[in-house]
């Protein structure tokens, strides 16, 4: 079936704009967390959904950044007033939804603010 | 809390050689899940394996294995034959049983040359 897929591929915005980030979930996965990847690092957490509401919001910078799930699929993130330490690969992943389940992977939306 | 280190920033192997990639961790936790994902250029985080904490046996997925030492917090990787396409960005992950979210190390660049 079908994968994670995110969208837009590429997003470029000026310093004090808002954007929106989407994801779409592998069909069924109930489970859905967005991480932020910075040039040379490894993916760090933001947020968790199970469902429709947020499990674990802990890893979002600050109140900048919100995300919503509100059917329990497709989610979108939210960044207001956009910095330019903002510039990154967002990285969306879904589960079926179990602790132990393994994550799978979209292909990410670069964000570059200038 | 937990952190995954892998302090291997870059590696390279001839096609057909194997490979190691190191992966050490840190928590207090005895449940927990590791896995070894695998970033190309293209972006998309791909799952190559994972090992369950509670299992002895070391996970095999065809050319790829892991030498998991639970006492030592270890979870290197071997990739035998290397192949061209194997060429990309290695990142070392842990779950744990508690808490949904991957932290990763900061990744290992693998080039394979022909």
């Known amino acids: 079936g079908a994968g994670v897929s995110q969208t837009p591929s590429n997003k470029v915005t000026e310093k004090g704009k808002y954007v929106e980030l989407r994801c779409d979930p592998i069909?069924?996965?109930?489970?859905l967390y967005w991480y932020r990847q910075s040039l040379g690092q490894g993916p760090e957490f933001l947020i968790y959904?199970?469902?429709?509401?947020?499990?674990?919001d802990s890893g979002l910078p600050n109140d900048r950044f919100f995300a919503v799930r509100p059917e329990g699929s497709v989610s979108t993130l939210k960044i207001q007033r956009t910095e330019r330490g903002d510039s990154a690969v967002y990285l969306c992943?879904?589960?079926?939804?179990?602790?132990?389940?393994?994550?799978?992977f979209g292909p990410g939306t670069r964000l570059t603010v200038l | 809390a937990q952190t995954v280190t892998q302090s291997q920033p870059e590696m390279s192997v001839q096609e057909a050689e194997t490979v190691t990639l190191s992966c050490t961790y840190d928590?207090?936790?005895?449940?927990?899940?590791l896995f070894w994902y695998k970033q190309p250029p293209s972006r998309q985080m791909i799952l190559v394996i994972r090992q369950e904490a509670y299992k002895q046996q070391n996970a095999t997925e065809n050319r790829f294995s892991v030498n998991f030492q639970k006492a030592a917090k270890s979870f290197s990787l071997k990739i035998s034959d290397s192949q061209l396409g194997d060429t990309a960005m290695y990142f070392c992950?842990?779950?744990?049983?508690?808490?949904?979210?991957?932290?990763f190390g900061k990744g290992t660049k693998l080039s394979v040359k022909p």
């Open positions: 928590t207090s936790e005895s449940n927990y899940y």
């Open positions: 069909s069924g996965h109930t489970a």
């Open positions: 992950a842990f779950h744990s049983g508690s808490q949904g979210n991957l932290i």
């Open positions: 992943a879904s589960s079926p939804g179990g602790a132990a389940d393994t994550q799978y």
């Open positions: 959904f199970q469902g429709t509401g947020a499990a674990d």
